[in-house]
Every structure is written in C-alpha cells, then in structure tokens.
C-alpha cells in the first residue's frame, strides 16, 4: 500500500539558511499535518492542513511557513535555521471526511534535518 | 506536567512475556487514542487505536478508561521483534485534530 512520501530523508544546513521540506500524502488523504521530533524528545505538532487551508498551528516558529498544494501535498519552509532546528520533521496524513471519528494519521518516514 | 504521561521504562523483558504499558491523560475533553510504536530514529507507526470497549489486535490489548483517564495496552506472547518505544497519542476533541504524544515507554525483548 501506498505510504506517505517526504523528501529528502536527509538534509544538512548552515545557521541563517533555509530549508524547505516536502510530503507527499496517502492518495486520498486529504488532511497533511507536521511535527518535529528532537533528540530523545517525542513529536511536537507544528502545523497541519485540510482541503489547502491551514487547519491548526502548533508550535511551528514564525521562521516556518507551511502550505498545501492542489494535488495535496505540503512543503514546510525553514528560514533563518537554527542549530536547535536540528531535527526529525515527520509529515503525517489522513482522511478528512471518512465518516469515522478516529482518523488515524500515516507517518511518512521523516526528514532529518542537521543544521550545523 | 505533560499531557500525556508515560512510564519511559525501559522494560527489558523475556521472549514470551506478557508485559503492559499504562498512560494517563490530563485533559478531559480528549477524544480519540491511539498507540504507536516507534523504532529507533524511525517514523512513528500505528500500532492500533483504543477504543472505549477495550478491543484486542491478535497479541495486542488495548483499554481505555475514561473516568480514571487512563490507556493501557498489554502485549501477550513477546517477541524479539516487539523491541521498540511505544507512544501512547490522543486527540482532543474539536475542530483541532493534532496529535498529542507521550513521551514512551522502551521495550526491550530478550532472547
């Protein structure tokens, strides 16, 4: 089964660079969230999007700007990076209108970001 | 204090061991839990959801106790393959549908 997508699984910058990453969900999920997990820290939610609108914000830096694209998927911008922007950025999916209250989320394998 | 608490173990346990995992939540207006399990520097990965009748995925046992706000998942029969850190998430309810993640608990599985 398909699974959700994020490229690139590695990427090393330089303080005061930018980065973008990017997702690429579960066909017909409609629904794209962000987290970050640091070192030995567990995920934080950043910011997440349905039908190409911001849905929620979490704790995503004003250096950060996020948006969802016609085909669904989301590319997460990074300015400014900072070291302690190194980091796992997981971009999660799920459907929006199943019907069904749980909704789970599908992780997509991450991005490791290294800012050095 | 932490949304969402966890035993960070680690729990080193023998092949065939039964072994349980207890979570606790602090906001009421939780809506929907899950476990997941996590292998080390690996993407998060639905393990099963938990619902408010208790349910059971072949080895895996969820329940969930809304009064005491409590999640527990209790895995019968341990394999070596089990060895992960499991994260116990809820949603609260409403229009936000981020998850909230505890911090884990380390399993490992011993020959």
């Known amino acids: 089964a398909a699974g959700v997508i994020q490229s690139p699984r590695h990427l090393i910058k330089e303080k005061r660079e930018t980065a973008t990453l990017k997702c690429y969900p579960i066909p017909r999920h409609d629904i794209v969230y962000w987290y970050q997990q640091g070192p030995g820290q567990d995920p934080q939610f950043l910011i997440s999007?349905?039908?190409?609108?911001?849905?929620d914000k979490g704790s995503i830096p004003d250096r950060f700007s996020a948006q969802q694209f016609s085909d669904y998927h989301s590319e997460l911008n990074m300015s400014s990076l900072e070291l302690g922007d190194s980091a796992l950025y997981f971009c999660?999916?799920?459907?929006?209108?199943?019907?069904?209250?749980?909704?789970?989320?599908?992780f997509g394998p991450g991005t490791r970001l290294t800012v050095l | 204090r932490k949304e969402v608490e966890q035993d960070p173990g680690p729990f080193n346990v023998p092949e065939g061991a039964t072994v349980a995992f207890n979570c606790t939540y602090s906001n009421s207006a939780s809506q929907s839990f899950f476990w997941y399990r996590q292998d080390c520097r690996k993407e998060p990965k639905l393990l099963m959801s938990v619902y408010s009748s208790g349910n059971e995925d072949g080895r895996f046992t969820a329940q969930l106790n809304r009064a005491s706000q409590y999640i527990s998942l209790l895995i019968r029969d341990s394999k070596l393959s089990d060895s992960a850190t499991y994260l116990c998430?809820?949603?609260?309810?409403?229009?936000?549908?981020?998850?909230?993640f505890g911090s884990g608990t380390q399993l490992t599985v011993l020959p």
């Open positions: 999007f349905y039908e190409k609108m911001q849905s």
């Open positions: 999660a999916s799920s459907q929006g209108a199943s019907g069904r209250v749980v909704n789970e989320q599908f």
């Open positions: 998430v809820v949603r609260v309810s409403g229009s936000a549908r981020q998850l909230t």
